[in-house]
């Protein structure tokens, strides 16, 4: 999706009128379904009201909905196209995040749509994320770790060794993502890839869980250090985007997500896990 595009997705989503056809089942938080239409054209978007969020321990209350968007809006910020557009309005039981729907249509029959359900419904996508018998991953591969099947016998989980999850994970590094599982991952039909489901970001201690350790210490990939220097210098400037994002986090954060795209450029490599969080999301899916 070009800047353009995003610009003119996002003003139906934040200024269309908002008709809720249903609610995804089986979500920890409210994530309804609707249609947002301006103008003669109508997309489809999944709404977040901030009244259904379920409260969590380590994170403020009521304003996962606006990490969501500051997501988006970091996203954006690098210049890069890996979160559908998401914007915060009024909505049904108002305040909401009110992102583009990227996935099947959930009324169509789907009993699995992806992306929601739990949070994170949708089967890991098989040329993304795979379980092997071997110790090592193969050709394509990289490592995440020894997990445990169902029936307990031991594994080995990898994801592909494919550029856009690569930046996706730098993305993740970032916004401090504390939750990046395979039903996060959404292929497009034109070989994009997006990431979804990033209300749990930002915060100012290391909360980085996520399946793509596979190039963890490794230099950073061509490109990446100057989409980084280009968000640093943005968040430098009081200006947009950066006067966005810092009304959707709090200051902290917001010196927080400084301080991490300062190391990033510093050390010039992935990060590894570290600190006491689990560096693993559970479900994997």
């Known amino acids: 999706m070009t800047p353009d595009q995003q610009e003119e997705t996002g003003?139906?989503?934040?200024?269309?009128?908002?008709?809720?056809?249903?609610?995804?089942?089986?979500?920890?938080?409210?994530?309804?379904?609707?249609?947002?239409?301006?103008?003669?054209?109508?997309?489809?978007?999944?709404?977040?009201?901030?009244?259904?969020?379920?409260?969590?321990?380590?994170?403020?209350?009521?304003?996962?909905?606006?990490r969501?968007?500051?997501?988006?809006?970091?996203?954006?910020?690098?210049?890069?196209?890996?979160?559908?557009?998401?914007?915060?309005?009024?909505?049904?039981?108002?305040?909401?995040m009110c992102q583009l729907w990227v996935g099947p249509d959930p009324?169509?029959?789907?009993?699995?749509?992806?992306?929601?359900?739990?949070?994170d419904?949708?089967?890991?996508?098989?040329?993304?994320?795979?379980?092997?018998?071997g110790p090592e991953a193969g050709p394509g591969w990289r490592a995440i770790g020894q997990v445990e099947t169902a029936d307990g016998t031991p594994a080995l989980l990898v994801h592909a060794d494919d550029p856009r999850l690569r930046r996706l994970a730098v993305l993740d590094a970032v916004?401090?993502?504390?939750?990046?599982?395979?039903?996060?991952?959404?292929?497009?039909?034109?070989?994009?890839?997006?990431?979804i489901d990033h209300g749990v970001t930002f915060h100012t201690e290391d909360k980085l869980r996520t399946l793509l350790w596979g190039w963890a210490g490794e230099?950073?990939?061509?490109?990446?250090?100057?989409?980084?220097?280009?968000?640093a210098d943005a968040l430098a400037d009081p200006g947009a985007p950066a006067a966005r994002i810092a009304e959707l986090i709090s200051p902290a954060e917001y010196t927080a997500l400084r301080e991490r795209v300062a190391d990033l450029?510093?050390?010039?490599?992935?990060?590894?896990?570290?600190?006491?969080?689990?560096?693993?999301?559970?479900p994997l899916i």
Not at 69 to 91: I, K, N
Not at 107 to 116: F, I, R, S, T
Not at 175 to 195: A, E, F, Y
Request: aromatic share 4%; charged share 20%.
């Open 219 to 231: 230099p950073l990939p061509d490109g990446v250090p100057q989409a980084l220097r280009t968000l």
């Open 265 to 282: 450029l510093r050390t010039g490599r992935h990060p590894r896990p570290g600190g006491e969080w689990p560096a693993i999301p559970w």
């Open 107 to 119: 009324l169509a029959g789907d009993p699995e749509p992806a992306g929601e359900g739990e949070g």
């Open 175 to 195: 916004i401090n993502n504390g939750d990046r599982k395979g039903g996060h991952l959404l292929p497009q039909p034109d070989g994009r890839l997006l990431g």
């Open 11 to 66: 003003k139906i989503l934040a200024h269309g009128r908002l008709t809720v056809l249903g609610r995804i089942p089986g979500a920890s938080n409210t994530v309804l379904y609707a249609t947002a239409e301006l103008g003669g054209r109508t997309v489809p978007c999944v709404c977040k009201p901030v009244a259904g969020e379920r409260p969590l321990w380590d994170f403020p209350e009521g304003n996962l909905a606006r």
């Open 68 to 96: 969501e968007v500051a997501a988006y809006e970091v996203c954006r910020a690098l210049g890069w196209d890996l979160v559908p557009p998401t914007v915060l309005r009024e909505g049904p039981g108002g305040e909401t």
């Open 121 to 133: 419904a949708g089967a890991a996508p098989g040329e993304l994320l795979a379980l092997t018998e």
